[in-house]
């Protein structure tokens, strides 16, 4: 998204309707909740964050991966992906029974291959399935009927593959005599369409098509989007019309939808090199507080043949022949972020030009030193990679860490909206698939994004964000012919009393979740306890309170589930009824019906 572009403001308005201004607060509930468990040997395909994963952007996605996968389409079905590259089925038969796991499709992937990403798994319709393998190639399959005791195996109906490995957000299934198919698939470092050069995050929308009579989904069409940061919350109309993105940076298009006459998803093969294989022209590395830009010199450059200009957000490097006095340049545009120019120095030790640039915002990992240049190989610097995996360890140290950072005496969250410090740019935006263009936007950098909630498979998901001490479901609407531009984009759709105030408050919060149908949400550590938080419910007789003589018609139950061992949760679902939790070596299902809050 062109920052230049104009776009409608949203305001997002919570209705007073949905909002209690009289909650109290919760009642800890000491009724445990029924749990069965399913145990499984055959592991997980995790991906284990290292220091190839230099970019905070990236180690936070793979730290934070849900590597449980519900069916929205029969809820009583989960799905995981183990260390052989097998996509394993967990039925629950009966209330307290968990079918024992079956094998349903099979990647085929070579061994010593290694994953880059997470594998992932969507349910675009009752009969269809997309999976990725974290290697590099997607598959849509044939699943036939999910919801029978016996699974039968899978079938692939269209492969994709590549040296670029992607992620799956979102996915929907249209059947109009023709089979659509639209997907978002998120990729790191991928080239753009129109300049061939890598930024940090893309996301490709894919449509395939299935003619009818054919077997066999072909591409029909890509639109790319560029960005800074892995979006919160990304997801395609019903209609496929529509897209909305909540990031902290925004996204641009790449023009291009199907336009070429063959239309092939992009293969990031490059590497550091250039193509011919000489060296690059430059080379990088980071700390918390600067960049180090490291460019070798020709024979016989010496300081005054350097020519070197920064500011706050841009920089230009080049070396004057002394023969023929011509400029070459090396480096030279927008900075990736701003930058202290006066506190910036450069000096020649030996044959290397050394450029030290002080970042303006301390702690920031840059992914790249100009926007758009790749030409320069990152030297990956051990103690930033220490650094940014200090910074996520609670979410994945065997031993939780309770203890607060010397350097900030406060969780972030915690801190009242008008103190919050959060990025100006983070917005929820809309983008029209017929116009190609972004047409509106909310500015969304002072209510915090929560997470996001499936309340039906055939409509977008939600997007919950804290309003106030509130969480605010916000539901995108189907166009509407009638109302045209007058249409409210984003409708708020049900509110959590107090949740994003409880938010706040886990230090050790890895998932959240929530049911469709909003009776209850749920927050899950890295390890060992669930915390869940309940919709108000009519007492069946009303309660006086002592000090205030008010009675107290409804009352909202918290209730706290704790794991069996100590092993980290890699995965995280709930439905209506169920809560789903995913270990290194066992499924632990939990009953969250109304009788379970009894």
């Known amino acids: 998204m062109n920052s230049k572009q104009n776009l409608t403001s949203v305001d997002?308005?919570?209705?007073?309707?949905?909002?209690?201004?009289?909650?109290?607060?919760?009642?800890?509930?000491?009724?445990?909740?029924?749990?069965?468990?399913?145990?499984?040997?055959?592991?997980?395909?995790?991906?284990?964050?290292?220091?190839?994963?230099?970019?905070?952007?990236?180690?936070?996605?793979?730290?934070l991966h849900n590597y449980l996968s519900i069916d929205p389409w029969n809820l009583d079905c989960a799905y995981l992906v183990d260390a052989h590259g097998c996509i394993r089925r967990f039925y629950v038969s009966v209330e307290s029974h968990i079918e024992p796991a079956q094998i349903v499709f099979t990647f085929g992937v070579d061994n010593t291959a290694r994953p880059k990403l997470?594998?992932?798994?969507?349910?675009?319709?009752?009969?269809?399935?997309?999976?990725?393998?974290?290697?590099?190639?997607?598959?849509?399959?044939?699943?036939?009927?999910?919801?029978?005791?016996?699974?039968?195996?899978?079938?692939?109906?269209?492969?994709?593959?590549?040296?670029?490995?992607?992620?799956?957000?979102?996915?929907?299934?249209?059947?109009?005599?023709?089979?659509?198919?639209?997907?978002?698939?998120?990729?790191?470092?991928?080239?753009?369409?129109?300049?061939?050069k890598k930024v940090n995050i893309v996301i490709d929308w894919v449509?395939?098509?299935?003619p009818e009579n054919t077997e066999k989904f072909d591409v029909s069409g890509i639109k790319t989007f560029e960005g800074k940061s892995v979006p919160n919350y990304a997801a395609i109309s019903a209609d496929c019309s529509e897209l909305y993105i909540a990031s902290t940076f925004p996204f641009k298009h790449i023009p291009g939808w199907g336009n070429e006459e063959e239309v092939q998803l992009a293969d990031d093969s490059e590497t550091n090199e250039s193509k011919d294989g000489t060296e690059p022209p430059y080379k990088w590395k980071q700390t918390a507080e600067d960049v180090t830009i490291s460019i070798p010199l020709p024979e016989g450059i010496n300081k005054s043949c350097v020519v070197y200009s920064l500011n706050s957000s841009k920089l230009s490097i080049a070396l004057r022949d002394p023969k023929t006095n011509e400029a070459n340049t090396i480096l030279a545009g927008e900075m990736y972020m701003e930058a202290e120019a006066e506190a910036s120095s450069w000096m020649i030790d030996g044959d290397t030009l050394i450029v030290t640039i002080q970042k303006k915002i301390e702690g920031h990992t840059?992914?790249?030193?100009?926007?758009?240049?790749?030409?320069?190989?990152?030297?990956?610097?051990?103690?930033?990679?220490?650094?940014?995996?200090?910074?996520l360890a609670h979410l994945t140290s065997e031993t939780l860490n309770t203890e607060k950072s010397e350097g900030q005496l406060f969780n972030s969250g915690e801190i009242e909206e008008c103190d919050s410090y959060y990025d100006s740019e983070a917005s929820l935006v809309r983008f029209d698939a017929s116009t190609n263009k972004f047409t509106h936007s909310a500015n969304i950098s002072s209510l915090k994004w929560l997470f996001n909630l499936s309340s039906s498979p055939n409509e977008s998901p939600c997007v919950v964000l804290r309003h106030d001490v509130d969480a605010v479901v916000w539901q995108p609407t189907a166009p509407n012919p009638l109302k045209g531009s007058n249409r409210i984009i984003w409708k708020h759709q049900a509110t959590f009393n107090a949740l994003g105030y409880v938010h706040a408050s886990k230090t050790n919060l890895k998932f959240c979740g929530a049911a469709p149908d909003a009776s209850y949400a749920a927050f899950c550590e890295c390890q060992r306890r669930i915390f869940v938080y309940r919709q108000p419910t009519a007492l069946a007789s009303p309660l006086r309170n002592r000090s205030s003589g008010e009675v107290v018609r409804k009352v909202s139950l918290q209730q706290v589930a704790t794991l069996p061992n100590n092993e980290d949760v890699y995965g995280f679902a709930v439905s209506n009824d169920r809560m789903y939790v995913?270990?290194?070596?066992?499924?632990?299902?939990?009953?969250?019906?109304?009788d379970a809050g009894a």
Request: charged share 30%; proline share 6%; glycine share 4%.
């Open 12 to 63: 997002l308005r919570p209705d007073r309707k949905l909002i209690d201004v009289n909650f109290d607060s919760y009642k800890l509930s000491l009724t445990p909740l029924p749990s069965f468990r399913a145990a499984f040997n055959c592991g997980l395909q995790k991906v284990e964050v290292s220091e190839e994963h230099a970019t905070y952007e990236k180690i936070r996605c793979l730290t």
């Open 207 to 210: 449509c395939l098509e299935k």
């Open 582 to 594: 995913l270990t290194e070596s066992e499924l632990v299902v939990f009953k969250v019906g109304v």
């Open 366 to 391: 840059w992914a790249m030193v100009i926007e758009g240049d790749d030409r320069g190989e990152m030297e990956v610097n051990p103690e930033e990679v220490a650094r940014v995996h200090q910074q």
């Open 118 to 196: 997470p594998p992932c798994i969507l349910f675009p319709s009752p009969h269809i399935a997309i999976a990725s393998d974290g290697i590099g190639s997607f598959f849509v399959l044939r699943t036939a009927v999910r919801s029978e005791r016996s699974a039968e195996k899978w079938s692939v109906i269209f492969k994709e593959e590549s040296t670029d490995p992607c992620l799956l957000l979102h996915s929907v299934f249209r059947d109009n005599g023709t089979h659509y198919l639209d997907l978002l698939l998120l990729r790191f470092g991928k080239p753009s369409n129109d300049d061939d």
